[in-house]
């Protein structure tokens, strides 16, 4: 049977409807992946950030070596990574999200400890002075006035995270990017181009999202705007 003149999958061009309605369950199956694998990612970095954050403000010896370690993980390349990680892991989700969260330490303990050195003196002894202990002086003053620095890294972190899902397709679990890999081997234009443009869509639309959280969570930030 030969291809219809008008029919770009044939053509092999960049943009194509035909590849969207045929492809359409690849597409979605791949979109779940990435977004697990994001999500799943961010939030165990999220998790161990915060501890490490807080260890690093309250015990000053500690910053060095929290700051020092996160910021070495992050400049190791990202196949090298997979390679470390293979003994533990395997070829499984497990490797990517590993390597995602060690990735996202360095920008979200940084920021979550930036917060948490610009809460003013002066707010905690009052907080003391009115018999707040160290938990409730930490989880009811110190976060919710660190939150606006602790968001910024939390958007740049799951943004980064998004575009690093890519790479998980050496080892089969890259969300879209399995997409993007095995259409650049074959060429596959309009497959490349539409796992490419839904990455770009789902960052910022994490963004974006993370962004009205951040708004809705932080009031005072919009007086002060305002």
């Known amino acids: 049977m030969t291809a219809t003149p008008d029919d770009c999958l044939a053509r092999n061009e960049w943009i194509c409807g035909e590849y969207l309605s045929t492809r359409r369950s690849i597409l979605g199956d791949a979109v779940v992946q990435h977004l697990q694998l994001t999500v799943a990612a961010v939030l165990i970095g999220l998790a161990i950030a915060v501890p490490l954050a807080v260890a690093a403000r309250r015990w000053r010896w500690a910053a060095g070596p929290v700051l020092g370690i996160t910021t070495v993980l992050y400049t190791i390349p990202s196949l090298a990574m997979f390679s470390l990680l293979l003994p533990v892991y395997g070829l499984s989700a497990s490797i990517v999200i590993a390597g995602l969260v060690f990735y996202s330490l360095t920008l979200l303990v940084r920021n979550i400890l930036a917060g948490l050195r610009a ?26 006035l660190a939150l606006p620095a602790a968001m910024a890294g939390l958007r740049i ?37 539409t796992a490419s443009v839904l990455c770009v869509i789902i960052a910022v639309a994490a963004d974006l999202l993370l962004l009205l959280v951040q708004r809705y969570a932080t009031p005072w930030t919009r007086a002060v705007g305002e």
Not at 121 to 139: D, S
Not at 161 to 181: D, E, K, M, Q
């Open 157 to 193: 972190a799951t943004v980064s995270a998004v575009s690093l899902v890519t790479i998980g397709a050496i080892v089969g679990y890259g969300g879209l990017g399995n997409l993007i890999y095995s259409g650049m081997n074959t060429y596959f234009k309009a497959q490349v181009l």
């Open 119 to 144: 809460v003013p003196e002066e707010t905690r002894q009052a907080a003391r002075g009115m018999g707040y202990g160290p938990v409730r002086l930490l989880l009811a003053v110190e976060l919710p």
